[in-house]
Antibody, heavy 119, light 107 residues
Framework: QLQLQESGSGLVKVSQTLSLTCAVA??????????WGWIRQPLGKGLEWIGY???????DYNPSLKSRVSISVDMSKNHFTLRLSSVTAADTAVYYC???????????WGQGIVVTVSS | DIQMTQSPSSLSASVGDRVTITCRAS??????LNWYLQKPGKAPKLLIY???NLQSGVPSRFSGSGSGTEFTLTISSLQPEDFATFYC?????????FGGGTKVEIK
């Protein structure tokens, strides 16, 4: 059974770089032709798509974050990573990783990780 | 960006009620519309993808309809486990965008 698990620092200082990893268990990240994405949710608010990494290794990011975000994949470790630089308090949120079943429909989600940006 | 507008933002209903939630896109998204259910402290769960396709394992009381810019999620008979927040999301173009959510509460 496919499972995703986020990990990384739950506390990041203002202006530093947030780094999160999504471990994929139960399926090879390089098989199946799926895209893998990150979505975040400020506490008590709605969902915001951060970006994707496609099977080809190319990426697509939300323009609102594009200058600060990067997503990469490590096939050997079967995980993908989110980096968000120059964080501010507005980046405080629950961060989810997810698999794209088809055309932007996320069918498998991690449990989420709370990231707090502090001064 | 494509704006997704859900209505209502909240509703109160009883177990057994038929519930309808509407999602409107600011431009046509063909059928690239997905619906999720989210409970407090949990990740969203995919219910419907591509407007009307029931995700594997999701009860048949959930159904989706619509095309173009207007979409509907219907719960034919509300169950206790359905009290949650529902989100629509377009997968037509980048950036992917979500509606603001509809919170379904117990009457």
């Amino acid at each position: 059974q496919l499972q995703l698990q986020e990990s990384g620092s739950g506390l990041v200082k203002v202006s530093q770089t947030l780094s999160l990893t999504c471990a994929v268990a139960g399926e090879s990240i390089s098989s199946g032709g799926f895209s893998w994405g990150w979505i975040r949710q400020p506490l008590g608010k709605g969902l915001e798509w951060i970006g994707y990494i496609y099977p080809s290794g190319s990426t697509d990011y939300n323009p609102s974050l594009k200058s600060r975000v990067s997503i990469s994949v490590d096939m050997s470790k079967n995980h993908f990573t989110l980096r968000l630089s120059s964080v501010t308090a507005a980046d405080t949120a629950v961060y989810y990783c997810a698999r794209d079943l088809t055309s932007g429909a996320f069918d498998i989600w991690g449990q989420g990780i709370v990231v707090t940006v502090s001064s | 960006d494509i704006q997704m507008t859900q209505s209502p933002s909240s509703l109160s209903a009883s177990v057994g009620d038929r519930v309808t939630i509407t999602c409107r896109a600011s431009q046509t998204i063909n059928n690239y519309l997905n619906w999720y259910l989210q409970k407090p402290g949990k990740a969203p769960k995919l219910l419907i993808y591509a407007a009307f396709n029931l995700q594997s394992g999701v009860p048949s009381r959930f159904s989706g309809s619509g095309s173009g810019t207007e979409f509907t999620l219907t719960i034919s008979s509300l169950q206790p486990e359905d009290f949650a927040t529902f989100y629509c999301q377009q997968g037509y173009s980048s950036p992917l965008t979500f509606g603001g959510g509809t919170k379904v509460e117990i009457k």
